[in-house]
């Protein structure tokens, strides 16, 4: 949850799960006793995590770059009650049990992901290389005040390194099994006085992880991936800060539906001669499977201190996202399903902060106002083999087609002040405004069974909503390195249109959190405890699944979920550290119901609902999705003395609990428990101290594991699907530092 600060002997660094930090430069000698101070940005101030009252996990770049925290999902390794898996191009995130089961087009996470503060609309830039970064902060449960826009789970920052006034670079290689092969470029450094830049480049290609059996047809999950910075730095005084960064990434990938339990069909014999495989790592798809992406982001951050007690921030973002895909949706050798999906998007933003201190510094607050618009178009084409080939027709003649155009448009003003009662207790507190409104245009919508056998005509809908979200708390420092917090605050996401239900609204939701927690150093600051402790009241929590190839979103009348989170580490003589996490949650529907798409053909559909003959199930008191009830970390740094230099292993493993993979929580639908580990080994030779090599491994005990079912109900075909997550895998990385 968060950090401790360890003043010790600490070779390799401390247990990084849910703490930040990671191991110590290898030029830092035992003897010094002493860590850097970690400064977060959790509270859009500068702060020692050890002091900010939320629950807050941050790594810094030795993190990163040494247990090779390249991608989103790696995180999951190391932040208790968090977890961000790959499906079908997307990223599913979920945080202490608030998940988005599905996401598409307009639709976005309840995790709001910053880079250098510029909030990421699309999912599927989520996946985007973590390279060059200074540090990245995950924070867990609403952030309503600060934050703001759909981050009811909670928040990422991501914030990448900036300009040097000296000069540096590095460069890196890596090979690995899966025929991968990757590298890393950087420099920095002056250009003229007061005018700093920094460029970076980020290679990675490797084979897919899935084996396609189809004579002929490729493999999935497959990756080859191109990620440049470039960063400018001018001070054109002692008061002003300008930093610009642009960010350009490129990917080629292959994902797709894979069949979790067979394909069904009461109306197609297509299927029944049909091959297909439930076996892990394995595929029968005859339909190519591809998916490219390409992300741009520019990030203006420009930071003016008008006098010792105000200081003016503005952050400027832009954010233009395409992703294009085409993937076999019924897992099988016949030519019955194939789906082609696009998505491209554009967004601007803009954000004031005013800090200011008052009170003789007895009372700090932010005042800040928010922009942001978002125009989005996305679009399928759904070939219904299946159906054509019953006529005798060809396989392309029987389409489901869709295509929107959104533009969302959000205002915020918030306020958030801290009061020091004394040197020991603080009360805080804020409020946030939101108003957003949605405009869609819908040039055609699914024809039968949805929304009639004509299907929508070209047309306009919208709407807007808007919310008041308050917090309050306090926070008590009751010994020099122990303190306590109690906070209430209120998280708020809008509405919007689901178009696997005719454009149908669904309504904002709204969490109302309380939290408790402690974080605690002792031995000296060799030790660390930390504890927390949450209860939410969540009023119409959006739902999505798959009805015909479209997304359908409820709303869940209410839902509560509880739990807590304990962490801790300590050091061992002068080399060894050790770390635990552990975390329990309680979440469920306490009023829902909802219709299950494949209990039977058309279950669901607008002409079965219409007709009274859908079977509707009393959901409350199912657990949520994805939503472990029980989660163990353990982590080992230990550095081993050698003559030529230093050796350092480091090593994590997790449990998570077995989850439900859809609302109904069928048995048959329970995605198993699984444990991973992963170890990496580092070796800095004493005759080259600038230089490194690391041998590294993840999973290493060869889970198979599932991050997600899906299950689609539609005309031709029902299907559970699931998509297994990376194999065991390890390579060896070389880098230079000069």
């Known amino acids: 949850m968060i950090k401790p600060m360890f003043r010790a002997a600490v070779p390799f660094g401390i247990f990084v799960a849910g703490m930040t930090g990671g191991p110590m430069p290898s030029t830092v000698a035992a003897q010094e006793r002493e860590l850097e101070e970690i400064v977060v940005t959790a509270t859009r101030r500068d702060n020692n995590i050890m002091d900010v009252p939320a629950s807050v996990t941050a790594f810094g770049s030795e993190t990163l770059e040494n247990r090779q925290l390249r991608e989103v999902v790696d995180l999951n390794m190391l932040v208790p009650n968090w977890q961000i898996e790959e499906y079908n191009g997307q990223t599913l995130a979920t945080v202490r049990g608030i998940t988005n089961t599905i996401i598409q087009g307009p639709q976005e996470s309840s995790v709001a992901t910053h880079i250098n503060g510029v909030y990421i609309t699309r999912t599927s830039s989520m996946r985007a290389a973590y390279s060059d970064l200074e540090s990245v902060e995950a924070l867990r449960g609403p952030q309503g005040t600060l934050y703001g826009r759909n981050a009811t789970a909670g928040a990422m920052n991501i914030i990448t390194k900036k300009p040097t006034d000296e000069f540096e670079s590095r460069v890196s290689v890596l090979f690995g099994d899966y025929d991968r092969i990757g590298g890393t470029a950087m420099v920095s450094g002056p250009l003229a006085d007061n005018f700093f830049a920094r460029a970076s480049i980020y290679y990675n290609d490797r084979d897919g992880y899935t084996e396609n059996l189809f004579p002929g047809g490729q493999d999935l999950d497959a990756e080859e991936l191109v990620s440049g910075k470039l960063s400018l730095r001018w001070l054109p005084s002692e008061d002003v800060t300008v930093d610009l960064m642009a960010t350009l990434e490129e990917r080629d990938g292959g994902s797709g539906f894979l069949p979790y339990t067979p394909p069904q069909s009461l109306f197609f014999p297509i299927y029944a001669t049909a091959d297909y495989t439930l076996e892990p790592h394995k595929a029968i798809t005859d339909y190519p499977n591809e998916d490219t992406r390409k992300d741009t982001l520019v990030a203006l ?438």
């Open 301 to 738: 951050n420009v930071e003016w201190q008008m006098s010792d007690n105000l200081t003016l921030r503005s952050t400027t973002g832009y954010n233009d996202s395409k992703f294009d895909q085409q993937y076999d949706s019924d897992g099988t050798s016949a030519a019955a399903t194939e789906l082609i999906y696009f998505s491209e998007s554009d967004s601007f933003s803009q954000e004031i902060v005013l800090d200011i201190s008052l009170a003789n510094e007895k009372l700090d607050v932010l005042i800040g106002g928010f922009y942001y618009e978002d125009d989005v178009s996305f679009g399928f084409d759904a070939i219904l083999g299946a159906v054509a080939g019953a006529f005798g027709l060809p396989p392309s003649f029987f389409r489901i087609l869709q295509n929107w155009d959104q533009e969302t448009t959000a205002y915020a003003g918030f306020l958030d002040a801290t009061y020091h009662v004394s040197d020991h207790f603080r009360i805080y507190g804020g409020v946030r405004a939101s108003y957003e409104e949605k405009d869609i245009f819908v040039r055609y919508q699914p024809i039968a069974p949805a929304c009639g056998f004509g299907g929508i005509p070209p047309s306009d809908t919208g709407d807007d909503w808007d919310d008041w979200s308050p917090r309050a708390g306090l926070q008590w420092d009751f010994s020099e390195n122990a303190m306590v917090y109690a906070q209430f605050q209120q998280g708020f996401r809008s509405g919007g249109f689901s178009s696997g239900q005719c454009n149908d609204p669904f309504q904002p939701e709204e969490v109302n959190s309380w939290e408790v927690g402690l974080k605690m150093n002792f031995n000296e600051g060799r030790g660390s405890l930390l504890a927390s402790a949450f209860y939410y009241d969540y009023q119409d929590l959006q739902v999505q699944q798959l009805v015909g190839f479209a997304v359908e979103i409820t709303n869940a009348a209410e839902s509560e979920i509880y739990g807590f989170e304990l962490e801790g580490a300590h050091l061992f003589g002068d080399y060894t550290t050790v770390g635990f996490r552990y975390s329990y949650l309680s979440a469920e529907y306490e009023d829902f119901a909802d219709c299950d798409p494949i209990l039977f053909p058309g279950n669901c559909s607008s002409a079965v609902v219409a007709a009274g003959l859908a079977v509707v199930e009393d959901l409350s008191g199912n657990t949520l999705t994805r939503a472990p009830e029980h989660t163990v970390g353990l982590s080992l740094d230990q550095q081993v003395p050698i003559s030529e230099g230093e050796l350092v292993l480091s090593a994590d493993i997790t449990y998570v609990d077995e989850r439900h993979g859809r609302v109904y929580n069928r048995d048959s639908e329970v995605l198993d428990d699984y444990t991973l580990l992963n170890a990496f080994l580092t070796w800095t030779p004493g005759f080259a101290p600038n230089a490194s090599v690391q041998l590294f491994g993840k999973n290493l005990f060869g889970e198979d594991y599932l991050a997600q079912i899906l299950a689609n109900g539609g005309l031709s075909i029902n299907l559970q699907s699931g998509l297994y997550q990376p194999p065991r895998t390890w390579g060896v990385e070389l880098a230079l530092n000069f």
